[in-house]
């Protein structure tokens, strides 16, 4: 099996990588280093150094004998994308350990994946659109052209949904109307021009599985939290990226670092606004598992990929109460909302699908949290405050 994974570089990209690569899989792995580029332009910090997506493939292939083959490119050029699939591809790095040519399964993170980003102005509310739309249409177009057995899976978010006052169901509906019944993706409605975006991209592959009898599968995350993955413990020069800003850092990641620092934990209002959350570990095992069980021709597969739910609440008071044990002053502060969204709401998400193919979750508790702080800690020197927050407003 060779897995093509778009966005290779990025913060779920790279530790899918190593965790196909470990598993057998023939990887490869393309970006244009579009997220480091945008830190760089924001004037946001990642944790620590990460090398280069070509030295991270060196260092990988030297510990372990495995290779991860590295396209640098940018995969809104259509030409550049379907050159994947007629399998002229040219290598920035690779060795040759015999594989090579077109892959039977794509993991889609080709994407920007901030809400606040897509808000700062509205160019970056139109790079958003344009660019996440735009590699989605290619991936979908190159596979219906040359070879469309290829198993799509594309990270949509929970953020597709809402915060609906009815239960969210597994990416569809029955729906009972005038006495006759049909079945349509859940309803969709989005909080931010990032999450719009994200929901184009499952129209537009619907539209594909409708039209041309693709083989796709979404998966409806939630935020993501952590840094360290089975791969990663090999060597720390293969930990994913990490950012703790407003921008491009996730809940969880930010609030450890300003427990660290000192900076009151940043809570939206009131503090109830409750999402579904999983651990990175997590996301590998759910793309793998996904990779293993592709649907039918024809079939779009969606399944809600987080494995427990949160207010801020109780994020906040969690961060809170491990700092203390581990002697920091942490503070928690409700400040104005710079976003517009429910602070309390109904939310209750059904999540069943990825459990019953075979996911072992890792729930957040105090000791997952303790290891996280520990990992942060020797890089504490290194934070710089003032690019925690920046209050983009929706
Ligand atoms: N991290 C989360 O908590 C989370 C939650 C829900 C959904 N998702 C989704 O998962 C996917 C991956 O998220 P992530 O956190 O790893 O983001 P990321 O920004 O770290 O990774 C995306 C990678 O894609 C690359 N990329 C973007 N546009 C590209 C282009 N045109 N050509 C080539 N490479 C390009 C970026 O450089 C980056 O390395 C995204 O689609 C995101 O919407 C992430």
Not at 21 to 26: D, I, M, T
Not at 88 to 97: A, F, K, Q
Not at 110 to 119: D, V
Not at 302 to 313: D, G, K, L
């Amino acid at each position: 099996m060779h897995v093509l994974i778009l966005g290779g570089d990025g913060y779920l990209g790279w530790p899918s990588a190593m965790y196909f690569s470990q598993k057998g899989y023939n990887v490869t792995v393309v970006d244009n280093y579009f997220r480091r580029n945008s830190c760089l332009e924001l004037d946001v910090t990642m944790l620590y150094t990460v090398p280069t997506l070509v030295e991270r493939a060196a260092i990988w292939h030297e510990l372990t004998g495995r290779e991860i083959k590295v396209v640098i490119g940018d995969l809104t050029d259509p030409e550049f994308m379907r050159s994947f699939f007629t399998g002229s591809i040219t290598y920035d790095w690779s060795v040759d350990t015999g594989f090579s040519g077109i892959p039977d399964t794509v993991v889609h993170y080709a994407e920007q994946p901030s809400a606040p980003y897509s808000l700062f102005n509205y160019k970056y509310a139109n790079t958003t659109l344009t660019n996440n739309l735009l590699v989605t249409n290619n991936v979908m177009f190159a596979v219906r052209d040359y070879t469309p057995d290829v198993h799509i899976i594309k990270l949509g978010t929970m953020g597709e949904y809402g915060t609906p006052d009815i239960d969210i169901e597994e990416g569809w509906l029955d729906i009972e109307h005038k006495g006759r019944k049909d079945t349509f993706l859940f309803p969709r409605q989005a909080s931010s021009i990032y999450h719009t975006s994200k929901i184009m991209d499952t129209d537009l592959l619907w539209f594909g599985v409708r039209m041309w009898g693709l083989r796709v599968t979404d998966l409806m995350q939630g935020p993501v939290y952590g840094m360290e993955t089975e791969e990663s413990h090999i060597d720390e020069r293969l930990r994913t990226i990490f950012n703790y800003d407003e921008i491009f850092g996730t809940i969880v990641n930010r609030f450890i670092v300003q427990a660290i620092v000192g900076y009151p934990l940043t809570v939206y209002g009131r503090g109830g606004q409750t999402r579904g959350y999983l651990n990175i570990n997590d996301t590998l095992q759910c793309v793998g598992l996904a990779a293993e069980n592709p649907p039918e021709k024809g079939d779009l597969k969606i399944y809600n990929q987080i494995m427990e739910t949160f207010s801020v609440n109780q994020l906040a008071e969690m961060t809170q109460r491990v700092g203390r044990s581990l002697g920091y002053d942490v503070q928690i502060e409700n400040i104005e909302n710079p976003r517009q969204e429910a602070e309390e709401h109904y939310y209750n998400p059904t999540y069943q699908g990825l459990l019953d193919l075979g996911v072992k979750p890792h729930f957040l508790t105090d000791e997952s949290l303790e290891r996280m702080f520990r990992v942060v800690e020797q890089h504490k020197d290194a934070i710089r405050q003032e690019t925690i927050f920046r209050g983009v407003k929706w």
